[in-house]
Structures are given as C-alpha cells and as structure tokens.
C-alpha cells in the first residue's frame, strides 16, 4: 500500500500545481491513510496548514494498442479552506491529444472532460458534482482518452467502496456531501 499512497499523494500534489496556485513544495506533509474501502483507497493531509482529503484508484482493465504507459489513476479531492469539493483528475499515464476530450462512462450517461498534457478535468464544479453522484449510484466507470500518438485507450474502474470512501473523506475533512 506504501506504493499506491505515495502515487496518490504525488498525484494530489501535482493536481494542485496545475489547477490552483499552489502553497510551496515543502509545505504539503505526509499523507495520512484515511482507510480502504473497496477498490478506493481515502487518504488526508495538510498543505500549507490546511486540510486535503482525497480518494483514488487505479483501473480494473486498460485496454489500448501501445507499448508502453505510465501509472494511471482517478482522484476525487476535497480542499473545504478553498471552498472546493468534488475536484475530480484524471492522470492517463501518457500525453493527451492536444485539444482531445475524454469520455466518461457511468451506467447510460457519458461525461465530457477536458484534457492539459497527461491529465483531465471536468470543465466545472457543477460536473464533477454530477459525477461524483453519478460513481455513488454506479457499478463501474469506463474512462476513453486519445494519446498524443492517437492511440485509444479504454480504462475500466471498478467504483466498489466508492460510496464509502467518499463518506470517508467528507468525514475527515468535515464537509457536507453535496
């Protein structure tokens, strides 16, 4: 697990650097194992003083025609001192197509995102709302991206211990499910 936490919190990290302006390198302390639930692992730290909170994992199947890719995850992060909740990335594990969206798939409903080099993002707070509901009331989450080579890939999460791991997090950073 020491593995799959330090990817998760490198991952937070870099989430951070790209979205918000974030607090110096330094500041952001060890993460702390909220638990495991499921296939989701929820975790929390302290940037700058100020609580994170965050759950992750990693697909069940990746399927596509390439030789090699890095490390690919989804996380959901919570920073209540910023007024943000439901923070949904995407990491690929290669480069996105330039200008490509990313498909995701949640029982009948697909969402778009949008992509910044190797990761992707809803395109606001109100979808990474709609969802994070949409994971609690789903079984499993098919993720389709373009590498920058034009290569498809089709991740498939499985979204047990979602639910629970997403209470979890609610809990620790003390916010109220939306």
């Avoid at 639930?37 to 700058?48: C, L, Q, R």
């Avoid at 949904?88 to 594990?93: Q, T, W």
């Avoid at 200008?99 to 697909?110: F, K, Q």
């Avoid at 089709?154 to 003390?174: E, H, P, Q, R, V």
Wanted: with cysteine.
């Amino acid at each position: 697990m020491n593995g799959v936490m330090k990817m998760l919190r490198s991952a937070t990290i870099a989430f951070s650097l790209i979205l918000i302006a974030a607090t110096a390198p330094g500041d952001a302390q060890d993460a702390v194992p909220i638990g495991n639930f499921g296939d989701w692992e929820a975790y929390k730290e302290s940037e700058g003083g100020k609580a994170v909170c965050y759950l992750g994992s990693q697909p069940k199947k990746a399927k596509g025609k390439y030789k090699k890719r890095g490390e690919t995850y989804i996380l959901v992060t919570h920073r209540p001192a910023e007024n943000s909740l439901n923070v949904i990335s995407i990491k690929a594990g290669y480069t996105y197509q330039s200008g490509s969206e990313v498909d995701v798939v949640i029982g009948e409903t697909t969402f778009k995102m949008f992509t910044d080099a190797g990761h992707a993002f809803a395109y606001d707070s109100k979808t990474d709302g709609t969802i994070v509901k949409a994971m609690i009331r789903g079984i499993r989450m098919i993720i389709k991206g373009t590498s920058s080579r034009g290569t498809l890939t089709t991740d498939t999460y499985s979204l047990k211990g979602f639910t629970a791991a997403y209470k979890a997090i609610n809990k620790a950073c003390k916010v109220k499910a939306k």
